[in-house]
C-alpha cells in the first residue's frame, strides 16, 4: 500500500502537466484536425503516428532525465524506469494491433462512412480512456492489498495466451453485442449518417443517431481488449506512474494507427501467435518471478535487468512476427462489406413495432 500512497503523493507537477498535454493534444486533434469531418489519409495517418510514437519516447527520455536531474544519486533508476515505460508501450501497443481488426469489423457491419470514422474512434478513445484509468487503480489496489492476485493476473495471461493461440478464426458479430441490444431496446434510433450529431428530432421526437451507437459498442469492446493488457502490463512494473502513462500513450495513438493499418491488417498473418507468446512470457514471468530472483541475483540479474531482458524478449518476439507475416504473404483478402443478418433486422423491426404507440 505505501507504494500506491507514493504515487498520490507524486509531485503535483508532474501530474499536472502530463494531463495538460494530453488535455491540449485532444483538443488540438478535436478542433482543428477534425473540426471539419473528412477521411483520413494514409498521409496524415502515417504523420500522426510518427509524431504519437516519437512523443512516447521523448517521454520515456525525459522520465530517464528527471532521475539524472532530481534524483542524481539513483541515477540508474531511471534508465530502468524509461526502459520499463518502453516496454509497457509497447506491450500495449502491440495488442492495439489486434484489437484494430475488431474495430474495422464493427465499421464495415454498421457501415460508417469513412469521413465520420475519425470523429466515432477519438470519441471511443475518450471513453477508453477514463475505463483505463478506473481499472489500473482498481488492478493497483488489489496487487499492492494482495500480493498473491499477481499470481491470478499470471494465469489469466496465460489463459488467454492458450486461447488466443489455439483459437479458430470465428466470424464477429457486433450484432450479438449485448449493449447493442440493450440501446435497441430503449431507445429510438435514426438509422443513416446525414448527421454528425448523436441526437435527431423527427416526428417531435427525439431519435438516438447510429454513431452514439457505434461509439457504444466500441467502449465494450475495449473493455475486454482491457481485462488483457492491463494485467499484461504489471507484469512488466508495478509502478503505477508508469502503468498509467504507458496505456495513456498508447491509446493516444490508437486512432492514427488504425487509419495507417486498416488495409494492410491481412499482412499480419502471425502477429496473433507472437502476442500470445508476449502474453504467455509476462504470465509466465508473473507467476515464477518471486520464486526465481534470487536465483538471477546469483548469476548477476537483479529486477533491472530483467526488465532489459523482458524488453528484449517482447522485441524479439514481435519482430520475428512480423517478418514471418511478410514472408508469408496476406492471409485473406479484404473483407467486404457483411450483410446485415436476417435475425437483426427481424429485432429491429420488432422493436420499431413496439416503439409506435
Same mark, same amino acid.
Given at each position: 500500500?505505501?507504494?500506491?500512497?507514493? /504515487?498520490?503523493?507524486?509531485?503535483?507537477?508532474?501530474?499536472?502537466?502530463?494531463?495538460?498535454?494530453?488535455?491540449? $493534444?485532444?483538443?488540438?486533434?478535436?478542433?482543428?484536425?477534425?473540426?471539419?469531418?473528412?477521411?483520413?489519409? $494514409?498521409?496524415?495517418?502515417?504523420?500522426?503516428?510518427?509524431?504519437?510514437?516519437?512523443?512516447?519516447?521523448?517521454?520515456?527520455?525525459?522520465?530517464?532525465?528527471?532521475?539524472?536531474?532530481?534524483? *542524481?544519486?539513483?541515477?540508474?533508476?531511471?534508465?530502468? =524506469?524509461?526502459?520499463?515505460?518502453?516496454?509497457?508501450?509497447?506491450?500495449?501497443?502491440?495488442?492495439?494491433?489486434? &484489437?484494430?481488426?475488431?474495430?474495422?469489423?464493427?465499421?464495415?457491419?454498421?457501415?460508417?462512412?469513412?469521413?465520420?470514422?475519425?470523429?466515432?474512434?477519438?470519441?471511443?478513445?475518450?471513453?477508453?480512456?477514463?475505463?483505463?484509468?478506473?481499472?489500473? #487503480?482498481?488492478?493497483?489496489?488489489?496487487?499492492?492489498?494482495?500480493? /498473491?492476485?499477481?499470481?491470478?493476473?499470471?494465469?489469466?495471461? !496465460?489463459?488467454?495466451?492458450?486461447?488466443?493461440?489455439?483459437?479458430?478464426?470465428?466470424?464477429?458479430?457486433?450484432?450479438? &453485442?449485448?449493449?447493442?441490444?440493450?440501446?435497441?431496446?430503449?431507445?429510438?434510433?435514426?438509422?443513416?449518417?446525414?448527421?454528425?450529431?448523436?441526437?435527431? =428530432?423527427?416526428?417531435?421526437?427525439?431519435?438516438?443517431?447510429?454513431? *452514439?451507437?457505434?461509439? #457504444?459498442? !466500441?467502449?465494450?469492446?475495449?473493455?475486454?481488449?482491457?481485462?488483457?493488457?492491463?494485467?499484461?502490463?504489471?507484469?512488466?512494473?508495478?509502478?503505477?506512474?508508469?502503468?498509467?502513462?504507458?496505456?495513456?500513450?498508447?491509446?493516444?495513438?490508437?486512432?492514427?494507427?488504425?487509419?495507417?493499418?486498416?488495409?494492410?491488417?491481412? $499482412?499480419?498473418?502471425?502477429?496473433?501467435?507472437?502476442?500470445?507468446?508476449?502474453?504467455?512470457?509476462?504470465?509466465?514471468? $508473473?507467476?515464477?518471478?518471486?520464486?526465481?530472483?534470487?536465483?538471477?541475483?546469483?548469476?548477476?540479474?537483479?529486477?533491472?535487468?530483467?526488465?532489459?531482458?523482458?524488453?528484449?524478449? !517482447?522485441?524479439?518476439?514481435?519482430?520475428?512476427?512480423?517478418?514471418?507475416?511478410?514472408?508469408?504473404?496476406?492471409?485473406?483478402? *479484404?473483407?467486404?462489406?457483411?450483410?446485415?443478418?436476417?435475425?437483426?433486422?427481424?429485432?429491429?423491426?420488432?422493436?420499431?413495432?413496439?416503439?409506435?404507440?
Amino acid at each position: 500500500m505505501d507504494d500506491l500512497l507514493s /504515487w498520490l503523493r507524486a509531485p503535483v507537477a508532474i501530474w499536472v502537466a502530463f494531463h495538460l498535454f494530453v488535455l491540449v $493534444m485532444l483538443a488540438i486533434d478535436l478542433f482543428i484536425f477534425q473540426r471539419h469531418a473528412h477521411a483520413v489519409s $494514409m498521409k496524415e495517418a502515417a504523420a500522426w503516428s510518427v509524431v504519437w510514437i516519437t512523443l512516447a519516447f521523448v517521454f520515456a527520455f525525459g522520465i530517464w532525465q528527471y532521475w539524472h536531474v532530481w534524483h *542524481p544519486d539513483e541515477a540508474r533508476q531511471g534508465g530502468t =524506469k524509461a526502459v520499463e515505460f518502453i516496454t509497457g508501450y509497447l506491450i500495449e501497443k502491440s495488442l492495439s494491433v489486434d &484489437n484494430l481488426f475488431v474495430f474495422l469489423v464493427i465499421f464495415r457491419y454498421f457501415g460508417v462512412p469513412s469521413h465520420l470514422q475519425p470523429r466515432v474512434l477519438l470519441w471511443g478513445i475518450l471513453g477508453a480512456l477514463l475505463m483505463r484509468i478506473s481499472l489500473i #487503480l482498481l488492478g493497483a489496489t488489489l496487487l499492492q492489498t494482495f500480493h /498473491w492476485m499477481i499470481y491470478i493476473f499470471g494465469l489469466f495471461l !496465460i489463459y488467454t495466451a492458450y486461447r488466443l493461440w489455439y483459437s479458430v478464426e470465428e466470424e464477429i458479430d457486433p450484432g450479438k &453485442n449485448p449493449v447493442l441490444r440493450l440501446v435497441r431496446r430503449f431507445f429510438r434510433i435514426a438509422d443513416g449518417y446525414d448527421t454528425p450529431h448523436f441526437w435527431v =428530432k423527427r416526428d417531435n421526437r427525439w431519435h438516438l443517431t447510429t454513431l *452514439p451507437v457505434v461509439i #457504444l459498442v !466500441i467502449e465494450s469492446t475495449d473493455v475486454v481488449f482491457a481485462l488483457d493488457s492491463i494485467p499484461a502490463i504489471f507484469g512488466i512494473t508495478q509502478d503505477i506512474f508508469i502503468v498509467y502513462t504507458s496505456n495513456i500513450f498508447a491509446i493516444l495513438g490508437l486512432r492514427a494507427l488504425y487509419f495507417l493499418l486498416a488495409n494492410l491488417l491481412g $499482412m499480419f498473418r502471425y502477429l496473433s501467435a507472437g502476442l500470445s507468446l508476449i502474453l504467455g512470457f509476462v504470465g509466465l514471468k $508473473m507467476i515464477t518471478q518471486d520464486h526465481l530472483q534470487p536465483y538471477l541475483e546469483q548469476v548477476g540479474i537483479g529486477p533491472q535487468g530483467l526488465i532489459f531482458i523482458s524488453l528484449g524478449v !517482447i522485441s524479439a518476439i514481435l519482430v520475428v512476427a512480423v517478418v514471418a507475416s511478410i514472408i508469408a504473404g496476406p492471409k485473406e483478402e *479484404p473483407l467486404e462489406q457483411p450483410p446485415v443478418r436476417e435475425t437483426d433486422q427481424q429485432e429491429k423491426t420488432a422493436a420499431q413495432r413496439e416503439e409506435t404507440p
